[in-house]
């Protein structure tokens, strides 16, 4: 397969999180944070949904984020494989949490800001871009247990602190910002998107949307800040994207696949054009929800749009009216989606739709006109080291290889993409389920859904793959 349209200063990578990777999760000084609360098993679903059992972690319970891959202490020999790889970028989080612990200290740990000064240098020192998510769903505990989280306007300054604190400490090494990761999973998870935890008569979705305003505003004035302190730095928004199909073209279907899609594109409409749509305006008297915004919010949000719109494609969804068809769903979307009777699913459920990113992509570039870049794609699956150690892993080949094929379709419908990090280049603990069964890496991470092993790194077949995709410019697939 062969393909020669990404430009030549294309941004090839990889992306991971704080949560996911770092563990040491007490650490120099480090608050706990929402995936310190989150352990594997039946549990884990409900508690990223809000129904939160504790503020500290309980006995008995195992927390795949308190170690995870030790990414912490292991990080330069990590990065020596990402460069092997011939990385251009690297996606990582600052944990808010290692840089103000309870989230509203007078002033920030040293120790934590010294961690990520030492990271981004590793990063540099291997002439590897550092692309920075502010908020990877992690808010310091104390916030969530004092103030009851993104539902209390007191986090929008706390969260503007956090993040001055590092644009001016980071400024003269990293260029790429997004403000929040998946910003629209707080509709979904909320917990685990917004620190939210309910509890009995809440207005459930006015909480939601009240939360969402607030990451809204804090998200403007971290725009604000970042265009001010790194004025040669590029600052972006974050969505779970993949597009709805109607099941069927009943225009009952049709209409219900537009609004699903306005659901998740609200956020970026506000992010990205500095106005809460028109049809927001309807949903919001239409379901009773009345939402608290301050006089100075609307200039806030007008005057201090993103630069480009980061996004994460998996899968693309499909709806229905039909009560039938909609007995059939996938499992383990997060997002809910009726089985597409034409597409493959992976392992977990999820939806297999190269051609879907293609639809995507465009639809993204259409609506905003901004460049796009893809912060997140890959394929969760278990792979098996074979007895001479080798890791053959075709199925994620083939996944990958065919959505670049279709990314590169998308630059050549006349969509402006600045670069690709694939998801979790290096396995690590899995966000929906805690397991780390479920692997994306290039890199396989020996450790098992118990937390046993001995966390050695070993090349998988889709390294040697993606070295040569990155070596290519995309030309070899
Ligand atoms: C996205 C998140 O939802 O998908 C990541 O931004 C997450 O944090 C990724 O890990 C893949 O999901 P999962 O559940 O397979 O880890």
Redesign the pocket.
Known sequence: MSNNVFPSDFLWGGAI?AN?AEGAYLAGGKGLTIVDLLPTGEHRRSIMKGNVPAFTPLEGEFYPSHEAIDFYHRYKEDMALFAEMGFKALRVSISWARIFPSGEDETANEAGLQFYDDLFDEMLKHNIQPVVTLA??DVPVHLIETYGSWRNRKLVYLFETYAKTVFNRYKEKVKYWMTF??IN?LLHLPFLGAGLVFKEGDNIKEIQYQAAHHQLVASALATKACHEIIPDGKIGCML?AGSFYPYTCNPEDVFQGMEKDRESYFFIDVQSRGVYPGYSKRFFEDHNLHIVMEPEDADILKNHTVDYIGF?Y?SSRTTSTDPEVIKNMTSGNVFGSVANPYLAKSE?GWTIDPKGFRITANQLHDRYQKPLFVV?NGL?ASDEVSPDGEINDDYRIDYLQRHIAEMGEAIKDGVEIIGYTS??PIDIV????GEMK?RYGYIYVDRDNEGKGSLERRKKKSFHWYKNVIQSNGANL
């Open positions: 999180a996911q990877h769903f990761n998946e999973m779970a994460s998996y977990w997140e969760g998801w979790g899995s966000a929906s389920s479920k």
